[in-house]
């Protein structure tokens, strides 16, 4: 008895894999996705471009893991400072100088140039309130360091702004705060967030 063959079926054309070729193609084999040598060489430099890409973002996660591990107590309250003020300034991007009532300018809104974040009570005298909202403003670079925060003229304004019982309150006493490298990094990522969220609401 004589069994019939089965005919063995042609196979399907194919797109090259290609983006910039996308010819129609029959395959050799049922994994090939290239149409010709030059295509094949074309997918073989995109596949090695796509490790090479992948390598060095592990490595640059592997650096930064390693660098978060190396900061210091001192480092992330940097950090966090910086958060911090960056949201002030731009919480304040429209108003004038806390001090000195001066208004920026175009150049000055785009690049933040001649602006500090000043602090009323400094960090040395009161570093419960480092990250205090109420306690920091918009405040031009002549009025926050070549007048040493120019306090007599802030804390007159300071009170227009944000009311005599809020100035009193942060002139007040206030319990001692050591902060954990943890609530450090907690306040950073606060304001962090708090910045992205006005940038957006700006560009809106």
Known sequence: MRVALKEKKAPRAKKCRVAECRA???????????CSPDCAVTILRQ??????KSF??????E????????KTR?????EAQAAVNEYVRLRDAYLPCISCDSMPNDNDLMTGSRWDAGHYR?????PELRFEPLNIHRQCVKCNRNLSGNAVEYRIRLVLRIGADQVAWLEGPH???????EEIKAIRAEYRAKTRELKKGQAA
Do not use: M, N
């Open 74 to 78: 001192a480092d992330h309250l940097r």
């Open 24 to 34: 129609s193609f029959v395959p050799a084999q049922p994994f090939q996705t290239w």
């Open 122 to 126: 400094s960090v040395g005298a009161c």
């Open 47 to 52: 596949r090695q471009e796509k490790q090479r």
């Open 63 to 70: 650096i930064k893991v390693r660098k978060e591990k190396l």
């Open 175 to 181: 319990e001692p705060r050591k902060y954990t490298v």
């Open 56 to 61: 060095a973002q592990r490595e640059r996660r």
